[in-house]
Every structure is written in C-alpha cells, then in structure tokens.
C-alpha cells in the first residue's frame, strides 16, 4: 500500500533541546498566567467588556481554531467513507493533530467563560433554542471521538492488544460519527453570526454563512493536512510522497471553485454588493480575502506542476490556510461591530502557551507510538 511518507527513523529522530526549552518555557509562563485569570477574573487579564464580550480566545481559537482543525473529519471522510485506502497513511497524524485542535478550541472556552468545574452544565441545563448548544454538546462529543481514535495508536506502541481490539470494533462507527459530528459544529458556528447579524459587516452578513463555514472548513482541511505532512517530513527526516499531497491540492482547488461561487452568489442575493466600494479597511480585507485567499489558490491547485512541486504546493497550501483564517477574523473580528479591542500580553501568553504544549504533546507522541508507520 502507497505510504504518504516513508520514516527513514522517526523515533530516533535528532530533536533541537533548545527549541524544546523554549515551547516548555512559553507553556509554563502561559500556565501561570491562565490560572491567574481563573483566579482574578477576565477583567484583571484582559481586555474584554460588554461592548466586545468575544475577543482572541473565541475568534482564534475557537471560530478560527475548529476549522484549522478540520482535517481529521476531512481525512476521515475520504478514508473512511469514500474507501480511498490510499489515503490511509495520512489519517492518524491527521487525526492526532485535530484532537490536539480541539483541546485547544475547548481550553479557550473555559478560560473565556471561567468556573472549569461547570464545563459540564450544557450536558444537563439545555437550551434548546440556542445554537450555542449544538456547540457545545458536538464539540465535547467530538473532542472525545477524536480522543478514542487516537487511543489506537497508543494501545498498538503499548502493545495492549485487547484494548486495541476493542477500539478497532467501534472505529468506523466513531469515524462515521465524527463526520457527522463536525458537520453541524462547523456550520453552526456560521449560525452564530446569522443569528447576531446586525453586528455582522454587510460583505459577510448572509443567512448562507453556516454552509459557507462548512465548505471552507472542507478545503482548510485539505491545505493543512499537506502543511502537516511536511512539517513532519522536515521534522522527523522523512520523505513526503507528493503524489498523495498533489491529489489532496486538486480536491482543495475543486472546494475553493465550489465555495467561490457560493460566496459570491450570496453576496449577490444578500443585497452586500453595495458595500463593496463603501471604503474603509473592511473593504480591503474582502478584497485580499476573496482574491487572495479563494481565487489565487485556487487557480494555483488547479495547475498540475503546482501540485507536483513539494515547495509550490506547500506555499499555496498556506495561502489557503491564510485565507480562511482570515475570513473567520473577518466575521468574527475585523468585522464585527463593537467596542475597540486590542488583546493583552496575558491573552496572547496563554495562546501561544497552547499552542506550544500542543507542539511538544505531538513531538512526544510521533516519537513513541506509531503515528508514523510503513504497515498503515
């Protein structure tokens, strides 16, 4: 079976200590700070008010976050449903790094909403008229199908055969479940900003954002599984097959088309074309948005030397990611009406630290079980 990359010896693999001291520094100084906040309040750690009651913890990690985070349900469908076997190689660092995603995603909720010890709540005290439910139950639930699935590869490096077992029975269901899972989060975080559409910038104000949200997850999903696999070809000196990257670059470029034209239709019926030429910044970040983050790409996947090229189509994969981080920052951020926000040093340390422990928890787990391995 064709391998998406080719471990030359992952696990004995020459790290940089010094690099690792500093993720461990920058998870440690965020630790502190976020329990700081936990203790004092979001006043005394951030910037937040009732004028802006949303600010870097939700748009980024959250908003922005899940759909970075899209690639495990994008990879699951595609092996898992479609039987493209061929694409199997892909799917546990795939899907190791989607968990690590939504761990941020649900640590940035807690530390936005605070009492950790109530996390619980929506599971008993529902409200069924809010889309906020949907969210939070299918992202929990997720988090923990993510966190089964990656429970395979640990069993398999501990050699718990039983537990493996056991877990392989109930693998297609989590991974058909999982699909489903992120379909309605993905989109019902589109349904938010419908709902609070009188803050919603015109450009971006459409009763269609839920099924825009999904879409673009789809295609960010695609571009940063072909980030993930080269930073782990360079990482654990590996070689990445392109043949797989290429075919993944042109079923991104075929997503992009989709969504374009959905986006642009929107626009179109939602009466926004008359704000494209009002000025201001908001004008200019449509602009680079739509012709930079969709049409640029797009036309770039399409192009077969493109996707041939392992440093071509990892710098358009990029432009993809780029592209959708920024227009969830445009709803959510740039776009949505409010008082002046400017995020502290404290919200800032406590991003970064996540990202951070996020980095070393991959690092130890590619090291000592087999994410990477030439049987799968």
């Not at 988090?143 to 069993?155: I, Y």
């Not at 349904?191 to 673009?216: D, E, Q």
């Not at 997503?255 to 009002?278: A, E, M, N, Q």
């Amino acid at each position: 079976m064709t391998t998406i990359v080719k471990p030359v010896n992952a696990r004995r693999s020459i790290s940089i200590p010094w690099g690792h001291i500093f993720l461990w520094i920058l998870a440690t100084l965020g630790a502190v700070v976020a329990v700081y906040r936990l203790f004092y309040g979001l006043g005394a750690a951030t910037n937040l008010s009732d004028g802006r009651p949303w600010g870097l913890w939700i748009s980024f990690d959250v908003v922005t976050g899940v759909a970075l985070a899209a690639g495990g349900f994008t990879i699951g469908f595609i092996v898992k449903i479609l039987h493209l076997k061929r694409f199997y190689p892909i799917l546990r660092p795939t899907i190791l790094t989607a968990f690590l995603g939504y761990v941020i995603a649900a640590s940035s909720v807690v530390l936005d909403i605070g009492l950790p010890w109530r996390i619980w709540h929506p599971l008993v005290y529902q409200n069924f008229h809010s889309p906020m439910l949907e969210v939070a139950l299918c992202v929990m639930t997720y988090t923990t199908v993510l966190a089964l699935e990656v429970s395979d590869p640990f069993f398999e490096g501990m050699g718990w055969k039983s537990a493996k077992r056991v877990v392989e029975v109930f693998m297609i269901p989590l991974m058909v479940l999982g699909v489903v899972l992120s379909t309605m989060h993905q989109s019902s975080l589109g349904t938010l900003f419908v709902l609070a559409s009188k803050r919603v910038f015109g450009l971006w104000k459409t009763g269609y954002l839920p099924l825009l949200f999904f879409i673009s997850a789809v295609a960010v999903g695609l571009a940063m599984t072909i980030l993930e696999a080269n930073f782990a070809a360079s990482a654990y000196d590996m070689d990445a097959e392109q043949d797989l990257l290429g075919d993944l670059g042109l079923y991104a470029a075929w997503v992009l088309l989709t969504y374009l034209v959905i986006k642009i239709s929107t626009l179109v019926g939602s009466g926004g074309v008359r704000d494209l030429w009002s000025g201001g910044i908001n004008n200019v970040l449509y602009f680079v948005e739509v012709i930079g983050g969709i049409i640029l790409p797009m036309i770039l996947l399409f192009i077969p030397s493109i996707r041939k090229s392992r440093k071509a189509l990892f710098r358009t994969a990029w432009i993809v990611v780029l592209g959708v981080v920024l227009n969830r920052l445009d709803v959510s951020f740039f776009g949505f009406a409010g008082t002046p926000y400017i995020p502290t040093w404290m919200e800032w340390a406590i991003n970064i630290s996540m990202i951070s422990a996020a980095i070393l928890f991959y690092d130890f787990f590619v090291r000592h079980f087999p994410i990477f391995n030439n049987e799968h």
